[in-house]
């Protein structure tokens, strides 16, 4: 069963600064949750956390009803995938596959082949052997078939190229699919995982910026899309948060609601109206002087 999480007014102080401010908020069992916000606002410190690297001093965490700190059923069900795990420097890729099951109760071998091959991983080289990327991918890989309720990724892919990349998140999808579990993803490549994401958390300065669903932050705002003229007059008294020319053609972001009086004035328009992207959404909460 997928973990839930419960972290009450957490405080993480590296000696005297503040990385994390008094933090409070849950996560939902069987959700994929994008951890997003700017470099250096207390992502990694957060997911370290919650993977139990270090004790809690100040606050609780609470991951599938129990505090996760050297407790081992929730260890044992709790991956963290970071580039900079060297946990499996000098074994071959191979037999750090085939033993990969000691450690992880749900770990499906052939699984794990089948995406070594697809990321072309091979098979015969040490982990220190290999590229960048291919060792993201097998950070990926056994993340993946690990199928450990709670399953963690921070920045998991660096390295890997647009193609492994698309790879990666398409298998996300599937397994969430055929083993759901409770996936965190904290990344800074928000565009193009946004559709991941079924629920966002945004940290900005060690607290919760805001929590919403991917849907309901979506609503925030739309896309106006039609003849520069036209879509300029439109978006006069709006909120613009991102705009794009293409010879005569704009598109433009606006944060709040259009009222209705306002979609009227689109449709006569003839103007497009669509949805937000996530990216831009959260360039404009998190920019200095940014709302939330
Ligand atoms: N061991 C440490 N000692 C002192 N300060 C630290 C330590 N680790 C992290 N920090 C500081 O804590 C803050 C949060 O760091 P963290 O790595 O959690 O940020 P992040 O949001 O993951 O950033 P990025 O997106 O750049 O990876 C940063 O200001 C960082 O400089």
């Not at 410190?45 to 004790?55: P, Q, R």
């Not at 892919?157 to 999808?173: V, W």
């Not at 433009?252 to 689109?266: D, S």
Request: proline content about 3%; overall charge negative.
């Amino acid at each position: 069963m997928p973990y839930s999480i419960e972290v009450r007014n957490l405080t993480v102080h590296y000696k005297k600064f503040k990385a994390l401010e008094d933090i409070t908020f849950s996560l939902s069992p069987g959700k994929i949750h994008g951890i997003l916000g700017r470099n250096g606002v207390g992502k990694t410190t957060l997911l370290m956390y919650l993977a139990s690297f270090h004790k809690v001093k100040h606050g609780t965490i609470v991951i599938d009803g129990e505090d996760p700190f050297e407790n081992d059923r929730i260890l044992q069900g709790t991956s963290f995938i970071y580039d900079k795990d060297n946990t499996y420097d000098y074994d071959k890729i191979n037999k750090i596959i085939k033993n990969m099951i000691y450690f992880r109760p749900n770990f499906d071998e052939t699984y794990a082949r089948t995406l070594a091959e697809k990321f072309h991983i091979p098979m015969d080289k040490s982990a220190d052997q290999l590229s960048k990327g291919q060792y993201s991918a097998l950070l990926v890989t056994l993340g993946l078939a690990s199928r450990t309720p709670l399953t963690i990724f921070d920045e998991a892919y660096l390295g890997m190229d647009a193609p492994a990349r698309e790879l990666f998140y398409k298998e996300i999808l599937l397994e969430q699919e055929r083993h759901p579990r409770t996936i965190l993803f904290s990344t800074h490549l928000v565009s193009e995982m946004e559709y991941l994401f079924d629920e966002v958390l945004i940290i900005d300065n060690g607290k919760v910026l805001l929590q919403d669903t991917s849907e309901h932050l979506l609503e925030k705002g739309s896309s106006v899309t039609g003849p520069k003229e036209d879509v300029d007059s439109f978006t006069e008294t709006l909120e613009v948060i991102h705009e794009k020319t293409l010879g005569g053609t704009k598109s433009v972001m606006v944060y709040g609601e259009l009222t209705e009086q306002k979609q009227h004035e689109a449709a006569g328009l003839g103007l497009e109206i669509g949805t937000l992207s996530l990216n831009n959404l959260f360039i404009h909460l998190t920019k200095e002087g940014g709302k939330a």
